[in-house]
């Protein structure tokens, strides 16, 4: 009973930051299953996938109500993801549990970096013609990629968001993060799109990409249905209230928990990496 607790106690948490900050909570769940359960690797990946898919499913209705998610940009960025997300579920069990531990905290260091490096930059000019906002001066349709902006922004570097979007799948299924670490530093410092809208759209692409590469754990007997049921059971909860406050927490607030967040599990993981004999392939 205490176990099951804990688990719930610990989905909460994940839940309340992966909808704060568009991570799906498997940014916290596969540290706090590995490092504080002692799961193998691969189990808690594809655990934190279903929590992550329910992170998605709790939030995105909300922030879709409220405006905050770019559907569009969502949508576009989220055909390369899930592509992606199947590939890296097909060679996810290749690799040996070192090596993912050791991406895993590559990944995450490297993205808090960006954003400490980033963090006094300033955002983007909105687009001049404000106002002509889906048509041009002459009243033609505008390119697609000025269909993808807001009222206050415009999106850039479409080809290389579609590039990271792929590899946020990749390491989604890989690591069991939902691909958020990736797709929140991917549409805000490199195609410019806002940090709330960032998170609120990345909300929104989680599930999608979770799913495509969960259904490939789940067919290979990798989800334990007694650790994930209150691990979801915590993360929806958290994921439910979160979202429906998440929009009157100061954007640089956001922005600290997300690097902190990044550097705390990048040293615990890299630690795991180390402890890990380091075995053959699919070990």
Not at 24 to 39: A, D, K, Q
Request: with cysteine; proline share 5%; aromatic share 6%.
């Amino acid at each position: 009973m205490a176990l099951t607790l804990f688990l719930a106690g610990g989905g909460l948490l994940a839940g309340t930051f992966g909808a704060l900050l568009g991570l799906g909570g498997g940014i916290l769940i596969v540290p706090l299953l590995t490092l504080g359960f002692g799961l193998p690797f691969r189990e808690a990946v594809a655990i934190s996938l279903v929590a992550v898919i329910t992170t998605s499913s709790a939030s995105a209705a909300v922030y879709l109500e409220r405006r905050l998610a770019n559907l569009r940009l969502g949508l576009t960025l989220e055909l390369f993801t899930a592509t992606g997300a199947l590939i890296g579920g097909l060679v996810a069990f290749l690799l040996s549990d070192r090596l993912l531990a050791g991406l895993f905290a590559a990944m995450l260091g490297y993205t808090a970096w960006s954003m400490v490096r980033r963090a006094g930059a300033r955002q983007p000019a909105p687009a001049a013609a404000a106002p002509g906002v889906g048509t041009t001066p002459g009243g033609a349709a505008p390119g697609y990629l000025a269909s993808l902006g807001g009222a206050d922004y415009a999106v850039r570097r479409l080809p290389a968001g579609i590039a990271l979007a792929f590899v946020a799948g990749v390491l989604s299924a890989l690591l069991g993060v939902g691909g958020g670490v990736v797709k929140v530093p991917a549409m805000n410092l490199v195609m410019g799109v806002p940090l709330r809208v960032a998170t609120a759209t990345s909300n929104l692409m989680i599930g999608v990409t979770a799913s495509a590469s969960a259904i490939l754990y789940l067919l290979r007997g990798q989800v334990d249905p007694y650790v994930a049921g209150p691990v979801v059971v915590g993360v929806f909860a958290g994921a439910v209230v979160t979202s429906r406050i998440a929009h009157r927490v100061p954007t640089g607030v956001v922005r600290v928990l997300f690097v902190v967040v990044l550097c705390y599990t990048a040293v615990e993981m890299g630690a795991r990496a180390l402890a890990l004999p380091v075995g053959g392939l699919g070990a």
